[in-house]
């Protein structure tokens, strides 16, 4: 839930890893926590990126379809799903960082010499 209010899924902190829409720090701000965790942590956002994009068109068609059966307008469809193909990414792209780090997180919880290093970068 954290995190899909764009805070840091760890310490709960708004001032988090995240630097605008599209920029990161390296650390949380707050509690030091790295985002980029292991060699390879952009394809989890990239792949939680995917689903959410294929299952909000999944969910556009459906709706589509019932609501305009049995004429569907196919280009204004068409149109209408390639526009949010666009956006939507765009639109989840911070949210997929945080909600990544929250799962990889809920999976591999961190040891504490991470702990240790994110308190050590936070502390000055
Ligand atoms: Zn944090």
Known sequence: ????????????????????????????????????????????????????????????MAIGFVATAPDIPVLPFVLGLAVAAVLVPIAMYPFTYTMWLAFDLAVHPPEQAELDAARSAVVH
Do not use: D, Q
Request: aromatic share 12%.
């Open 1 to 60: 839930m954290r995190a899909m209010r764009l805070r840091c899924p760890w310490c709960a902190s708004r001032l988090t890893f995240l630097r605008g829409w599209f920029r990161r720090h390296e650390r949380c701000r707050t509690c030091g926590l790295r985002w980029h965790r292991e060699v390879g942590f952009e394809l989890g956002a990239v792949t939680m990126n995917t689903v959410v994009t294929f299952g909000a068109l999944t969910l556009l």
